[in-house]
């Protein structure tokens, strides 16, 4: 079955990627004044150093490297807009498909951006109409001002404590990423769920398999749908907006036939760390009393004194 599930992957899964023209303009992008407000090196020069005051990264100290031999992460476009307003991401849908930038918000329409790739066009047709895609894709980024996920592992604003160490987990027989973190010396507690879902290509069934009937074609569908999984999901990014208001959390895993999946989630900061309170204060309770109890206190000042609105979860 694998020369045939590979030949109609391709197949299925090219289309979506066939023709990529960047749109005219932006669909309803952050305002030229949001975007024009640039990092300084004084801001680069006081993330580095913070990153090195910090012990080896601080909250992000004990989240595993960004790169791995089945998923390179470091060099990826991922994370919150210049504004704060997108969080956003790359990924690429197959093995010839350039780079697709996905970027969420919570009340304005997303903006989608990909590099170009359109099969059968003559080799010099193909370069112009690339040349000029890219070149805007490009332009469309920098004003977006993303940063590569190696340059997001430093807080980007006020955190409510620097003592929590950020943790990630994946849920058992799912392809959905924890994102939490813990109070030293106690188990994690995970507030966001980053749930990438199953490959496309595991709902498809190919013509020559329709074709058939009764057992043979359940045998074979299960055979052909079996091929196409999804590796674990990784956390591709953890940060705050620059306000320090709300925490947001990028996912990606990788699947077959070169696919990608990647979704992202953000929630007020305040009611992050307040979970992780709450959570490690139910699990000391009736061991450590007292503690449990300076954790819901703490839990509960956050809550009290939170002035920002609710934030959905997740958003694929």
């Not at 592992?153 to 849920?171: C, H, N, S």
């Not at 990788?254 to 959570?279: D, H, L």
Request: aromatic share 8%; net charge negative.
């Amino acid at each position: 079955m694998r020369r045939i599930s590979a030949a109609w992957a391709l197949a299925l899964l090219l289309p979506a990627c066939r023709s990529s023209p960047v749109p005219a303009a932006p669909v309803d992008a952050p305002s030229a004044a949001a975007l024009a407000v640039p990092a300084t090196d004084e801001d680069a020069s006081n993330a580095a150093i913070a990153l090195d005051a910090a012990g080896g990264g601080g909250v992000y100290a004990e989240l595993p490297p960004l790169d791995e031999p089945t998923l390179e992460l470091s060099s990826r476009f991922v994370g919150f807009t210049k504004d704060d307003v997108y969080l956003g991401y790359a990924v690429s849908r197959c093995d010839p498909c350039p780079l697709a930038f996905e970027f969420k918000a919570i009340s304005k329409p997303p903006i989608s951006l990909s590099y170009f790739f359109q099969p059968g066009l003559t080799e010099e047709e193909f370069e112009r109409r690339q040349k000029k895609n890219d070149e805007a894709v490009d332009i469309k980024l920098a004003k977006l001002g993303v940063e590569r996920a190696e340059a997001g592992r430093v807080l980007r604003g006020p955190f409510p404590d620097e003592e929590l160490r950020f943790a990630v987990d994946v849920d058992a027989g799912s392809n959905v990423l924890l994102f939490g973190a813990h109070v030293p010396g106690e188990p994690p507690v995970y507030p966001m769920h980053l749930d990438v879902g199953a490959h496309p290509m595991a709902r498809a069934v190919p013509p020559q398999i329709a074709r058939l009937k009764g057992p043979e074609r359940e045998k074979a569908l299960h055979e052909f749908r079996d091929e196409f999984t999804m590796d674990r999901p990784r956390l591709a990014y953890a940060n705050v907006t620059r306000d320090g208001r709300e925490i947001g959390a990028v996912a990606i895993a990788p699947g077959a036939m070169w696919y990608e999946s990647a979704v992202v989630a953000r929630m007020p900061t305040s009611a992050f760390v307040a979970e992780i309170y709450e959570g490690t204060a139910k699990g000391l309770a009736g061991g450590n009393d007292a503690r449990a109890e300076a954790l819901m206190d703490k839990a509960r000042a956050l809550l009290s004194s939170r002035s920002s609105p609710s934030v959905p979860a997740a958003s694929r």
